[in-house]
């Protein structure tokens, strides 16, 4: 079971919206042996579009994405060895897009494998909350 990319949730009620997709930066470490790897980790920008339209305007109690807006990126956890110039920031800027087409009270994502908040953004990786 898993929630749709750009759905809109009644959870408990509150409204949700829900956007998968990231760019794996050991794609070619899972490549070179043989490991999973997804060729639509990402969304397509016809997805993108079609997210967007449905979206801008509108106010979310909660926003649910796997990465971030490109501006909250927390670069001191970046992994050192990756070739930062090589990695598809597309998921990332589209988000910066629906941040500021939409109203929310919080947002929580995950991917880059840390605890974080900057205003109402929330970056978890270990902890599990309660949406109520």
Request: hydrophobic share 35%.
């Amino acid at each position: 079971i898993f929630a749709k990319d750009g759905e809109e949730y009644n959870i408990d009620g509150k409204s949700v919206l829900v956007i998968g997709g990231a760019y794996s930066v050991d794609k070619e470490y899972r490549l070179m042996y043989g490991y999973k790897w997804f060729k639509d980790e990402q969304l397509t920008k016809e997805e993108m579009d079609t997210i967007y339209n449905k979206v801008k305007g509108k106010h979310f109690d909660i926003v649910l994405t796997h990465t971030c807006p490109l501006k909250y990126e927390p670069v001191e956890v970046f992994l050192s060895g990756i070739d930062q110039s090589k990695v598809d920031k597309s998921m990332e800027h589209f988000l910066d897009k629906i941040e500021d087409t939409v109203e929310y009270n919080k947002w929580y994502c995950g991917h880059y494998h840390t605890e974080k908040i900057v205003n109402n953004i929330e970056f978890m990786y270990e902890i599990i909350k309660k949406m109520n």
